[in-house]
């Protein structure tokens, strides 16, 4: 039976999209007969033993806190702490691969393990950390940081034994690096159909509670960075209300600009139309889904967005729900502009407003829509058959160690 140990940089029980996709993949792998483990590095900040079992996965963390100080010595001392815990567990757990998850740090850590034991890796990109970082207001495209960040990431893929991306945008900005295209898969953002794939009814109590009767109602769920252009989404509401008078904005979620946004909406002509929820249990979202008629995901035309595929406009499809995103990259890979969803122009609140207005002044094709969206999550983004995708990949490395060790 086969020992796969992921090496992440945090988990369940904290929530984001990071830690969804790997409750995802670690499910999944477990439903498939694998043996399946996952070890997180420092920035894991949820309280916890040191090994601990969340939502029937087990976890093992790396003890004490994330360095301080200059941050090239921080980042070094975070590595060499997580590659002491991966080694730990290695000599405990016997794994046959280790899969190690973006950022690049996770990577480094790894990989010294790897090499040591003589185990496979695989490394997962879900991400450049160099582009998260510009995307989180972290980071600069072309400082020093960026540049030394991106050749490390570079370095990471040549010494891997086999790299997978979520999406064909991250392939190829690898293969124009120098990186051999056939040692790269891609594994797309999927959705737990069993888990996410059921609607829920609305709920009318929920309705009232959040003021949205007879509403048409526009909604965003996720996380509030600047990247995500909620403010072209709050800047577009005057001209959408004006032509929907019944039209309301419901946000759920938060994170670094949610003050800023809230203080945008507040001195909005419209505010009474904007309804921000803040962040809810997991397992209360599906209700907050079935309020929306419309999902809206108005990113930024950025390294970042045109790279990279979110996760949430599938969980949107899953749900029954319409999708209206902007045209970057990312979005075009997932959304076929008037057959699973509409596309408009990023970084532009008018073409928000009139797509959507759109979209609700014609609904004889709503259902027939919903139902392609999410026969396409079904067919193409499910978890049960996305795994499948690394299971030819661990198994030409296991070949290739087995024959390595018979040469040795």
């Known amino acids: 039976m086969t020992h796969i140990l992921h090496v992440l940089d945090h988990s369940l029980p904290m929530h984001s999209g990071y830690t969804f996709r790997t409750r995802a993949i670690l499910r999944a792998q477990i439903a498939n007969g694998w043996q399946v483990r996952g070890i997180t590095g420092r920035r894991h900040s949820a309280a916890g033993p040191l090994q601990e079992e969340v939502d029937g996965l087990t976890f093992h963390r790396t003890p004490g806190e994330p360095a301080t100080g200059n941050a090239v010595l921080r980042e070094w001392r975070d590595i060499a702490a ?21 950022p690049v740090l996770n990577a480094i850590a790894a990989q010294r393990v ?22 989180n207001g972290t980071g600069t495209e072309g400082s020093p940081r960026y540049w030394l960040t991106r050749q490390l990431e570079t370095h990471a893929v040549r010494n891997a034994d086999a790299v997978a991306v979520i999406c064909e945008g991250l392939r190829g900005d690898l293969v124009a690096r120098g990186i051999d295209a056939n040692k790269i898969i891609v594994s797309p953002n999927g959705v737990d ?41 709050i800047t577009a509401m005057p001209r959408l209300v004006r032509a929907r008078p019944k039209a309301k904005l419901l946000l759920v979620g938060g994170g670094p600009m949610e003050q800023a946004l809230r203080d945008q909406a507040l001195a909005s002509p419209f505010t009474d139309h904007i309804v921000f929820v803040g962040r809810v249990p997991h397992d209360q979202v599906e209700h907050y889904y079935a309020q929306v008629d419309i999902l809206a995901y108005p990113r930024k035309a950025m390294r970042l967005t ?33 057959v699973t969803g509409t596309l408009f122009a990023p970084d ?3 073409a928000i407003a009139e797509s959507i207005a759109g979209l609700f ?27 499948l995708r690394y299971e030819p990949v661990y198994q030409q490395l296991l070949a290739r160690s ?7």
């Open 82 to 102: 997580h590659a002491d815990a991966i080694d730990a567990l290695v000599r405990q757990w016997r794994p046959d691969v280790i899969h190690a998850h973006s």
């Open 114 to 135: 790897a090499k040591r034991h003589g185990i496979p890796m695989i490394y997962e990109i879900r991400a450049f950390w160099e582009d998260a970082a510009v995307g």
């Open 193 to 233: 159909m069993d888990q996410f794939g059921t609607p829920v009814p609305r709920d009318p109590a929920l309705t009232a509670k959040l003021g949205l009767e007879g509403a048409d109602v526009v909604g965003f769920i996720g996380s509030f960075y600047d990247y995500e252009g909620l403010d072209d989404l």
């Open 306 to 338: 045109d790279l990279v595929t979110p996760l949430k406009p599938l969980e949107a499809m899953a749900q029954g729900r319409l999708v209206a995103a902007s045209s970057v990259g990312g979005h075009r890979e997932l959304i076929e502009d008037g």
């Open 348 to 350: 532009d609140p008018a």
């Open 361 to 387: 002044a014609d609904r004889a094709g709503w259902d027939a829509r919903r139902a392609v969206a999410r026969a396409f999550v079904e067919r193409d983004r499910n978890w049960s058959s996305n795994i």
């Open 402 to 408: 087995i024959r390595t060790r018979a040469a040795a």
